[in-house]
Each structure stands twice: as C-alpha cells, then as structure tokens.
Nanobody
Framework: QVQLVESGGGLVQAGGSLRLSCAASGIPVSLNAMGWHRQAPGKQRELVASISRSGSINYGDSVKGRFTMSRDNGKNTVYLQMNSPIPEDTAVYYC????????????WGQGTQVTVSS
C-alpha cells in the first residue's frame, strides 16, 4: 500500500522560509518520479516541482529561483524548500508519485496548507 504523508505546512511571512516534507511508504522515491503540486482556492491544481528517477528536477515558472526540491533516498522522503515566499504562494501543497514506467501521477498525499502573510 502506497502512502504519501506531507508535513511542514503552516503560516509564514513573506520573505521567510518554510520546508515541506513528504514521507513515502510502499514506493521508493529513488525509483519513481515525485512531484509537488499546489492548489489555491478557486484555481486549478498546478505542478510546482518534480524530480525524475535520474534526479533531474524541473520547476514551475512561478517558483523558479525561490523553491528547491530535493530527495533523500535513505529516508524515502522528498522535500520542498520554500524561500522568499510571496502571498500568491498560499495554497494547499500536495506530494505525488508517478509509478514507473510513468504517464500519470498515480498517488497523492492528503495535502498540507501553506499560508503566506504579507
């Protein structure tokens, strides 16, 4: 059974920092693509960052240069370091896994709320 459990969300001031964690079980993060998505009220869910099996990382245009995604294979966990957040980053953040050979995001976490105050 695959489980993705996010943590680390909360209230942060604009210009501060926050680190989200996603602990995976039942699926090795080193062998599958992992992603961070977010959904703000009234908006569609968008991909924030993703890491491939090989470790290649891609970011959405709105977070490039501010957010950093990383992976700890030993802890089977992925992270999203949010630096210099802005109020527009306020959303529920979801972790996801794309089980090899890929094609779609198969598994999702329950989400963690991030609120950025101005």
């Amino acid at each position: 059974q695959v489980q993705l459990v996010e943590s680390g969300g909360g209230l942060v001031q604009a210009g501060g920092s926050l680190r989200l964690s996603c602990a995976a079980s039942g699926i090795p993060v080193s062998l599958n693509a992992m992603g961070w998505h977010r959904q703000a009220p009234g908006k569609q869910r968008e991909l924030v960052a993703s890491i491939s099996r090989s470790g290649s990382i891609n970011y959405g245009d709105s977070v490039k240069g501010r957010f950093t995604m990383s992976r700890d294979n030993g802890k089977n966990t992925v992270y999203l370091q949010m630096n210099s957040p802005i109020p527009e980053d306020t959303a529920v953040y979801y972790c996801s896994a794309m089980q090899f050979p890929g094609g779609r995001w198969n598994y999702w976490g329950q989400g963690t709320q991030v609120t950025v105050s101005s």
